[in-house]
T-cell receptor, first 114, second 115 residues
């Protein structure tokens, strides 16, 4: 089945230690999104790629970076995680970013910062 | 700018009862509206979407929603609640244009289903 895959499902890191979360998709979609979701809150968009074009949200901290080496893979790098970065990180895709299109979400990676 | 407001952060119903989850939108242009469901420790899954075709939209798992422009609402309903429907429900509106567009989510409503 075509899907959005996130690894690992759970990630523990230390305060200030860089961490990378990964997302892959078999849908061949052009657009990939990264969301941060804290407990009992709505997903908050961090940034997205339309193909190779990177779109950063204005309020996304510089501590968060992303890479998309090819259509299938996208990475979220947190350069120096703080305690406030503990959250669920969701990856999503859609075909071309149009308003009527469905976003397909991965299962998420829950990040714990010690 | 587009936005959505979900009325009621928690809704509790008995199994078999009607489910009604409320969503109101604000948009300066004809909106594209979505309902997503999130089960614990999972990603979001689309239930249904309004894309300016029929105002009554049917989705998966017996859910439906009606777009009412006069009330700026897009409430989600299901005739009979099931225990398996206990989850977090998010209403969302599309904001922007194709290359840079995004979903704006409401704060979510937790649905509790009592036996």
């Amino acid at each position: 089945d075509a899907m959005v895959i996130q690894n690992p499902r759970y990630q523990v890191t230390q305060f200030g230690k860089p961490v990378t979360l990964s997302c892959s998709q078999t849908l061949n979609h052009n657009v990939m999104y990264w969301y941060q979701q804290k407990s009992s809150q709505a997903p908050k968009l961090l940034f997205h790629y339309y193909d190779k074009d990177f779109n950063n949200e204005a309020d996304t901290p510089d501590n968060f970076q992303s890479r998309r080496p090819n259509t299938s893979f996208c990475f979220l790098d947190i350069r120096s995680p703080g305690l406030g970065d503990a959250a669920m990180y969701l990856c999503a895709t859609n075909l071309a970013g149009g308003p009527e299109e469905t976003q397909y979400f991965g299962p998420g990676t829950r990040l714990l910062v010690l | 700018a587009q936005s959505v407001t979900q009325l009621g952060s928690h809704v509790s119903v008995s199994e078999g009862a009607l489910v009604l989850l409320r969503c109101n939108y604000s948009s300066s242009v004809p909106p594209y509206l979505f309902w997503y469901v999130q089960y614990p420790n999972q990603g979001l899954q689309l239930l249904l979407k309004y894309t300016s075709a029929a105002t009554l939209v049917k989705g998966i798992n017996g859910f439906e929603a009606e777009f009412k422009k006069s009330e700026t609402s897009f409430h989600l309903t299901k005739p009979s609640a099931h225990m398996s429907g206990a989850a977090e429900y998010f209403c969302a509106v599309y904001h922007g244009s194709s290359n840079t567009g995004k979903l704006i989510f409401g704060q979510g409503t937790t649905l509790q289903v009592k036996p």
